[in-house]
């Protein structure tokens, strides 16, 4: 059992940064992979990064590569995203999820979601 709630949305200038932070309850936090998904007005969910269970391997999707950064702490039970360079195109709610299995780049894979927290970006 694995709650996740998801902070640090807001609205902010283009080429700005925002860090979003999920917290996980639970003692088994370790055990699980963590990614970050995204989805826009009119838009299909689409995911935006991943960590393994020991943070040794990221994966990122190739709109945010270079300006995003994924990182987790499993001591505090919790995940980050640095979001830089912020893009309108990045405008979405903002969603952290937890798996056990091995395919990170898929939502169909995760078993946890959080509620959601929407990043704004103005131009």
């Known amino acids: 059992q694995v709650q996740l709630v998801e902070s640090g949305g807001g609205l902010v200038q283009a080429g700005g940064s925002l860090r979003l932070s999920c917290a996980a309850s639970?003692?088994?936090?370790?055990?699980?992979?963590m990614g970050w998904f995204r989805q826009a007005p009119g838009k299909e969910r689409e995911f935006v990064a991943a960590?393994?269970?020991?943070?040794?391997?990221?994966y990122y999707a190739d709109a945010v590569k270079g300006r995003f950064t994924i990182s987790r702490d499993n001591a505090k039970n919790t995940v980050q995203l640095q979001m830089n360079s912020l893009k309108p195109e990045d405008t979405a709610v903002y969603y952290c999820?937890?798996?056990?299995?091995?395919?990170?780049?898929?939502?169909?894979?995760?078993?946890?979601w959080g509620q959601g927290t929407q990043v704004t970006v103005s131009s």
């Open positions: 639970g003692r088994t936090f370790s055990n699980y992979a």
């Open positions: 960590i393994t269970r020991s943070g040794a391997s990221t």
């Open positions: 999820a937890a798996t056990y299995g091995m395919r990170v780049t898929r939502g169909y894979e995760y078993d946890y």
